[in-house]
T-cell receptor, first 115, second 112 residues
């Protein structure tokens, strides 16, 4: 079962709100990822967690704060976002980030609108 | 120059046609290659991994040319349900882990 789940499916928030996006996988994968996708653009990598440790941060603004409570869960905490942060936020997981042939599987995404 | 480049299309083809998409990548350290399919407002779904000289899965064939830094996807006997955006993705293992970079995607519309 190559399933990654994400909640919520949709989120509308104001610029002063604090919210969190959640991602879960039960495939035993040890690498998890956050991507941002704007309309008509490809997904862009934000963060990589490997064995529950943050291993890549693609110079993402601090208003986005990732957290990996355990090997199955990945959160993205949002605070003081801007309207231009509105996008589809995709979570992905892969078996072992130490292998270059790792295949990433994506969750359905959270469609975020910042007002 | 973008790290991964694709023709954005759209490619409008009749049902039953054969269509080919191309993708070039600029970083010679890239190690593995994938084609993902993305339907409108959905997540990317893995279509095929492309290793060494390429592979085939039913109507879909992917080829890799490392010397030219080029991968392709061939769809034979296209169906209406093949209409989607096809994303080329290139993986590079860095000190921090795998970095997957996507092309802009090629839109395919299969018509009656």
């Amino acid at each position: 079962d190559t399933e990654v789940t994400q909640t919520p499916k949709h989120l509308v928030m104001g610029m002063t709100n604090k919210k969190s996006l959640k991602c879960e996988q039960h495939m035993g994968h040890r690498a998890m990822y956050w991507y941002k996708q704007k309309a008509k653009k490809p997904p862009e990598l934000m963060f990589v967690y490997s064995y529950e440790k943050l291993s890549i941060n693609e110079s993402v603004p601090s208003r986005f704060s990732p957290e990996c409570p355990n090997s199955s869960l990945l959160n993205l905490h949002l605070h003081a976002l801007q309207p231009e942060d509105s996008a589809l936020y995709l979570c992905a997981s892969s078996p072992d980030s130490g292998s270059s042939t790792d295949t990433q599987y994506f969750g359905p995404g959270t469609r975020l609108t910042v007002l | 120059r973008k790290e991964v480049e694709q023709d954005p299309g759209p490619f409008n083809v009749p049902e039953g046609a054969t269509v080919a998409f191309n993708c070039t990548y600029s970083n010679s350290a890239s190690q593995s290659f994938f084609w993902y399919r993305q339907d409108c407002r959905k997540e990317p779904k893995l279509l095929m991994s492309v290793y060494s000289s390429g592979n085939e899965d039913g109507r879909f064939t992917a080829q890799l040319n490392r010397a030219s830094q080029y991968i392709s996807l061939l769809i034979r006997d296209s169906k209406l349900s093949d209409s989607a955006t096809y994303l080329c993705a290139v993986n590079r293992l860095t000190g921090g882990g795998n970095k997957l970079t996507f092309g802009t995607g090629t839109q395919l519309k299969v018509e009656l």
